[in-house]
Protein backbone atom coordinates (compact mmCIF):
# COMPACT_ATOMS: atom_id res chain seq x y z
CA UNK A 1 0.00 0.00 0.00
CA UNK A 2 0.58 3.45 -0.92
CA UNK A 3 0.57 7.20 -0.46
CA UNK A 4 -1.49 7.88 -4.13
CA UNK A 5 -0.22 11.25 -5.02
CA UNK A 6 -3.06 14.30 -6.03
CA UNK A 7 -2.35 17.40 -6.70
CA UNK A 8 -0.39 19.03 -4.88
CA UNK A 9 -1.38 17.45 -1.16
CA UNK A 10 -3.65 19.48 -0.71
CA UNK A 11 -6.76 21.22 -2.46
CA UNK A 12 -7.47 24.91 -1.95
CA UNK A 13 -9.80 24.23 0.92
CA UNK A 14 -7.38 22.84 2.70
CA UNK A 15 -8.72 18.70 1.84
CA UNK A 16 -6.25 16.07 1.94
CA UNK A 17 -6.38 14.74 -1.99
CA UNK A 18 -4.00 11.98 -1.36
CA UNK A 19 -5.78 8.73 -0.15
CA UNK A 20 -4.05 5.65 1.24
CA UNK A 21 -3.91 2.38 -0.70
CA UNK A 22 -6.89 0.86 -2.71
CA UNK A 23 -9.37 1.94 0.15
CA UNK A 24 -9.20 5.26 -0.37
CA UNK A 25 -9.30 6.44 2.64
CA UNK A 26 -7.82 10.12 3.08
CA UNK A 27 -5.47 11.25 5.59
CA UNK A 28 -7.88 13.10 6.57
CA UNK A 29 -10.48 10.75 7.57
CA UNK A 30 -7.44 8.87 9.07
CA UNK A 31 -7.04 11.56 11.60
CA UNK A 32 -10.90 10.57 12.29
CA UNK A 33 -9.78 6.93 13.81
CA UNK A 34 -9.33 6.47 17.46
CA UNK A 35 -5.94 4.39 18.14
CA UNK A 36 -7.27 0.85 17.57
CA UNK A 37 -8.99 1.92 13.80
CA UNK A 38 -4.82 3.27 13.32
CA UNK A 39 -3.17 0.53 14.29
CA UNK A 40 -5.42 -1.92 12.14
CA UNK A 41 -4.87 0.63 9.65
CA UNK A 42 -1.01 0.34 10.35
CA UNK A 43 -1.06 -3.45 10.19
CA UNK A 44 -2.01 -3.63 6.68
CA UNK A 45 1.25 -1.85 5.66
CA UNK A 46 3.67 -4.68 4.08
CA UNK A 47 7.23 -2.10 4.16
CA UNK A 48 9.11 -0.31 6.36
CA UNK A 49 8.48 2.56 3.33
CA UNK A 50 4.95 2.13 2.98
CA UNK A 51 4.87 2.82 6.97
CA UNK A 52 7.10 5.90 6.61
CA UNK A 53 5.31 7.19 4.06
CA UNK A 54 1.62 6.64 5.97
CA UNK A 55 3.42 8.15 9.19
CA UNK A 56 5.01 11.33 6.71
CA UNK A 57 1.39 11.58 4.65
CA UNK A 58 -0.51 11.71 8.20
CA UNK A 59 1.76 14.18 10.05
CA UNK A 60 1.56 16.39 6.96
CA UNK A 61 -2.10 16.31 7.32
CA UNK A 62 -2.35 16.91 11.28
CA UNK A 63 0.48 19.47 11.19
CA UNK A 64 2.91 19.72 14.56
CA UNK A 65 0.68 19.99 17.26
CA UNK A 66 -2.66 18.37 16.30
CA UNK A 67 -3.08 15.88 19.53
CA UNK A 68 -5.19 12.16 19.04
CA UNK A 69 -4.18 9.54 17.74
CA UNK A 70 -0.92 10.25 15.52
CA UNK A 71 0.51 9.55 19.11
CA UNK A 72 0.12 5.96 18.90
CA UNK A 73 2.07 5.85 16.08
CA UNK A 74 6.04 5.39 16.12
CA UNK A 75 8.29 7.92 14.96
CA UNK A 76 9.42 7.31 10.99
CA UNK A 77 13.15 5.46 11.00
CA UNK A 78 15.73 7.69 9.98
CA UNK A 79 16.02 8.40 6.05
CA UNK A 80 19.91 7.15 7.15
CA UNK A 81 18.53 3.63 7.57
CA UNK A 82 17.03 3.08 3.71
CA UNK A 83 19.39 1.88 1.29
CA UNK A 84 19.68 3.95 -1.46
CA UNK A 85 19.74 0.87 -4.20
CA UNK A 86 15.84 -0.89 -2.50
CA UNK A 87 14.42 2.24 -0.85
CA UNK A 88 13.89 -0.10 2.33
CA UNK A 89 15.29 -0.02 5.78
CA UNK A 90 18.86 -1.71 5.76
CA UNK A 91 19.20 -5.40 8.02
CA UNK A 92 22.94 -5.87 6.82
CA UNK A 93 24.42 -2.61 5.91
CA UNK A 94 27.85 -2.35 4.43
CA UNK A 95 30.07 0.20 2.96
CA UNK A 96 31.21 0.10 -0.56
CA UNK A 97 34.31 1.46 -2.04
CA UNK A 98 32.23 4.71 -2.27
CA UNK A 99 31.74 5.43 0.85
CA UNK A 100 28.43 4.94 0.79
CA UNK A 101 26.07 2.71 2.92
CA UNK A 102 23.65 -0.22 1.05
CA UNK A 103 22.01 -3.30 1.94
CA UNK A 104 24.35 -5.97 1.27
CA UNK A 105 22.27 -8.53 -0.56
CA UNK A 106 21.63 -5.40 -3.13
CA UNK A 107 24.86 -3.51 -3.90
CA UNK A 108 26.27 -7.46 -4.40
CA UNK A 109 23.99 -8.07 -6.74
CA UNK A 110 24.70 -4.84 -8.01
CA UNK A 111 28.05 -5.83 -8.27
CA UNK A 112 27.30 -8.95 -10.32
CA UNK A 113 26.78 -6.34 -13.46
CA UNK A 114 28.60 -3.73 -12.62
CA UNK A 115 32.46 -1.91 -11.11
CA UNK A 116 30.83 1.93 -11.21
CA UNK A 117 28.81 3.39 -8.09
CA UNK A 118 25.41 3.23 -8.16
CA UNK A 119 24.87 6.41 -6.22
CA UNK A 120 28.18 8.80 -8.16
CA UNK A 121 28.75 6.62 -11.38
CA UNK A 122 32.18 6.83 -10.83
CA UNK A 123 34.58 3.27 -11.00
CA UNK A 124 34.96 1.79 -7.35
CA UNK A 125 38.47 1.13 -6.56
CA UNK A 126 37.64 -2.11 -4.92
CA UNK A 127 34.88 -4.44 -4.35
CA UNK A 128 35.55 -5.00 -0.79
CA UNK A 129 32.26 -4.40 1.40
CA UNK A 130 32.58 -3.42 5.24
CA UNK A 131 29.99 -4.33 7.48
CA UNK A 132 28.77 -0.82 8.93
CA UNK A 133 28.52 -2.04 12.53
CA UNK A 134 27.28 1.58 13.77
CA UNK A 135 24.58 1.98 11.40
CA UNK A 136 23.60 -1.41 12.39
CA UNK A 137 23.55 -1.30 16.04
CA UNK A 138 21.04 1.89 15.45
CA UNK A 139 19.02 0.52 13.58
CA UNK A 140 18.62 -2.73 16.10
CA UNK A 141 18.00 0.28 18.78
CA UNK A 142 15.54 1.93 16.92
CA UNK A 143 13.64 -1.33 16.00
CA UNK A 144 13.92 -2.59 19.69
CA UNK A 145 12.36 0.95 21.11
CA UNK A 146 9.53 1.34 18.36
CA UNK A 147 9.17 -2.15 16.73
CA UNK A 148 6.96 -2.11 13.49
CA UNK A 149 3.73 -4.76 13.11
CA UNK A 150 3.90 -8.13 11.81
CA UNK A 151 2.57 -8.08 7.78
CA UNK A 152 -0.57 -9.67 7.25
CA UNK A 153 0.10 -13.36 6.44
CA UNK A 154 -0.68 -14.39 2.89
CA UNK A 155 -3.44 -16.75 2.07
Given at each position: MMWKHGCGG???GGEVVRSFGGGGVTGAEMLGLD?????????KVRTAQSLRK???GLKAVSGPTSPGPLSALP???PQD???PITHEVMRDPVVAADGFTYERSAIEQWLRNNNRSPMTN???QHRTLVLNQVLKNQITAFFDKY???????EE
Open positions: LDSQGGLIALVKLIQPSPFYCAPLPLPKPPV
